[in-house]
């Protein structure tokens, strides 16, 4: 089965904006037994040190994307691809093919090909990149601003403008949300929050 069969008939998005809590609900959804991919996870490991992505970035980009320990400087590529579309596309074009290969390794390894069966596909940029229609169905965690703004401070120790710099450089939480098949607010205690994960697996209808 081709990866693109694969999300469009069985695969779940599960995005939402920074701090949202998706992670959190992704990992109650690994407990219950499904299949989740983290996307943005296996998108770094595409272009670590040694691997032929990185080789192709360096190659296409130049060795000053490269820290001192031959990590890809993430917030420089940023820069540049913000700047430039086309550099965006460049870079786009070396990681998505390996993605989509290391996503349908995973699929074969976790048995989905002997036994198609829902599962989830964990990324942060599923609006920004237009992938929404790529999915059977587009699942956002979503909390109010003001409660994004206090977890980002809590967790990366910044502060409140800093925070709300972040969140002004990104698509509105509110907008994924207004645009998801399935919103799960994340706005609660964690055994409350378990419990919504729970009902939207529940409510989840069998694939014909």
């Known amino acids: 089965m081709k990866t693109q069969e694969a999300l469009k008939q069985w695969g779940i998005a599960l995005t939402g904006g920074i701090a949202c809590g998706k992670s959190t609900i992704a990992s109650i959804i690994r407990q219950q037994g499904y299949i989740v991919l983290d996307a943005d996870a296996m998108s770094r490991a595409v272009v670590e040190p040694g691997t032929e992505g990185l080789a ?15 990590t890809m400087n993430r917030q ?8 430039d579309p086309g550099r965006r596309q460049a870079l786009e074009a070396i990681i998505h093919p390996r993605l989509e290969a290391e996503v349908q390794k995973a699929l ?11 599962w989830f596909y964990e990324a942060s940029l ?7 229609a ?3 169905a587009v699942w956002v965690a979503y909390c109010p601003v003001e409660l994004q703004i206090t977890r980002v401070m809590q ?3 910044c502060s409140q403008d800093m925070a709300e710099a972040i ?5 509105p939480a509110r907008d ?3 645009r998801a098949d399935y919103v799960i607010h994340t706005d609660c205690p964690y055994p409350e929050l378990e419990q919504r994960v729970l009902k939207a697996l529940l409510d989840l209808k069998p694939v014909s």
């Open 108 to 118: 074969e390894i976790k048995g989905f090909v002997q036994h198609p069966r829902l």
């Open 76 to 83: 420089r590529m940023r820069e540049v691809v913000f700047q």
């Open 176 to 178: 994924k949300a207004d």
């Open 155 to 157: 967790r990366d120790g």
């Open 126 to 132: 599923i609006y920004e990149r237009q992938r929404a």
């Open 167 to 171: 969140l002004l450089a990104q698509m």
């Open 134 to 136: 790529d999915f059977k």
């Open 56 to 70: 192709d970035v360096v190659q296409a980009f130049g060795p000053s994307i490269l820290n001192s320990d031959g």
